[in-house]
Each structure stands twice: as C-alpha cells, then as structure tokens.
C-alpha cells in the first residue's frame, strides 16, 4: 500500500470529526459562505453484521470517470472532475466548484468479498455495498490420518 | 415509479451550493452542485429580479444499519440571486446530471418597438 500519497486518509478517525464539526462551527460563524466543491469525495459509511454500506458523493463527474478498487481492508475511490467543455463566447461571472482528479482510500472494519462488492451511480452520489467475507464460526473437524 | 418527493424539509440544515455562472451574449448560464438530489425536489423561481434556488437531498437507507462514519447528511441547498438582466422566464430550462443542477435563463431579445405618436387635438 502507498502511504506517500497525500490524500491517503483513514475514515475511523474521531479526531477528523471532531475537526469537521469545529470547521462546520466556524462555516456557521462565518455565516453566508458558499461551500466549495471539496476536493476529495465526501463520505457517508453505515454498516450492519453483513455488509459495510459507502456512500460518496461526487458531484459533477461523469461515471466513466469514476475508478473503485479493493486492496485487502482498503477501499480506494479514484476519479476525475472535469469541467463541461463551453465552446460559446461569454463570461465567467462565478467559479465555486473545483475540478481535477482524486483518490481516497478508506479502511474498511473488516474483510470484504470482492467477487460480491456493487456499486451504483446516481444523481451524483456512488453507493458501493461490500458484503463482509463470510466468518467460518463453526470449529473445523480435523481429520486424523493414520500413520 | 415510488415518490421521492420530500415533504418535511425544515429540520434539514441549509447550505449554499458551489456554483458557478456563465453569461453569453443570448443567456445565463447556471451551473450548482447538488449531490442525492432529485429533480422533483429542485424547486427555482423568479420574482422580479430574484432568482431562488432551493433542492433537498435524501440519503435512502436501509433499515437495521449502524452509522460509523459521516461527512454529509441530508440538507437544503439554498441560494438567492438577483439577476440584472431581463429574463425570459417562460423559456428558463433546467435540467440535473450527476449531481449538478443546470439552469439556463434565456435573455429577453431587445425588439425595438416602434411607438405609436397620437395627433394631440
């Protein structure tokens, strides 16, 4: 796994959150900011006993431009937000959103089936459901062999 | 088709969209990221010289989940322009792809109008 590259992030930080809500405190003191389009996909994780459900939203990038891989206990989105190609004269009065491309890798609590692993495009946001790898729970019955 | 229409969106948190505007010499062009929202939730209208903007966005869930981890949650985007420009408002378009609201406001066409001189008695 490459650590080196900056956006490398992991999820289960309570420091990032707490971090987050301090930000979203100064955003409300701030008062009328308009957000910018942030640079790494926001992200939004639910998960039960069978499946880690992760929602990212990605607004304004096209689904061939989205990548999602699987290394082990890391999932890691990739993907490209370029901007809609104006060939008509004219102005640019107002530029908030942001374009480029990205990776975030997130770690997952447990080990995923990659063979079974969905992800679906919607209205800008991906879901991808990762059912955990099944825990063989019962005790294994050792056959003996006879010398 | 199930309806996705939101109706109690008051509790939800308001934002402003990122949002970028392109003017040409026909019309104006407006360009707001609104992630999870649905066009039925997308509600623009113009009064005088007030264009507002408001879209909610849902998070469809299903039942029996643990959240461990959020950077976003359901919320209004919201955002009030006053446009000094005559708009046709019958022929406003907008459309959402990918999460991106689109609007285009066409420009009133300058005709000039020939005026009328009555005969003062």
């Known amino acids: ?147 | 088709m199930e309806d996705t229409k939101i109706t109690n969106t008051s509790k939800l948190p308001v934002v402003l969209p990122a949002t970028d505007i392109f003017e040409t010499e026909k019309e104006l062009m407006i360009l707001m990221e609104m992630p999870g929202v649905k066009l039925e939730n997308v509600d623009i209208q113009l009064e005088s010289d007030t264009l507002s903007i408001h879209g909610t966005s849902s998070l469809e869930l299903p039942e029996g989940v643990r959240r461990s981890h959020a950077e976003f949650r359901p919320r209004n985007f919201k955002r009030v322009f006053e446009i000094y420009q005559n708009i046709n408002s019958d022929a406003i378009e907008a459309s959402l792809k990918d999460g991106v609201l689109k609007i285009t406001l066409p420009k009133q066409t300058q005709t000039s109008k020939k005026i009328a001189i009555r005969q003062a008695n």
Do not use: C
């Open chain 1, 1 to 147: 796994m490459n650590r080196k590259n900056s956006s490398y992030e992991i999820v289960y930080n309570p420091m990032a959150e707490l971090q987050r809500q301090l930000h979203s405190l100064f955003d409300n003191f701030l008062g009328e900011m308009p957000s910018r389009t942030p640079q790494l996909p926001q992200l939004h994780v639910t998960e039960n006993e069978n499946a880690i459900l992760v929602t990212a939203e990605v607004p304004g990038i096209s689904q061939e431009n989205l990548e999602i891989h699987l290394e082990n206990k890391t999932l890691i989105l990739k993907g490209e937000r370029k901007r809609e190609t104006e060939e008509k004269e004219g102005t640019w009065h107002r530029v908030e959103r942001s374009f480029g491309s990205f990776k975030r890798a997130i770690s997952l609590s447990s080990e995923v089936d990659a063979s079974k692993v969905e992800a679906v495009y919607k209205d800008g946001v991906l879901h991808i459901s990762l059912p955990r790898l099944e825990q063989n729970n019962s005790t294994k019955r050792i056959s003996i062999r006879n010398s």
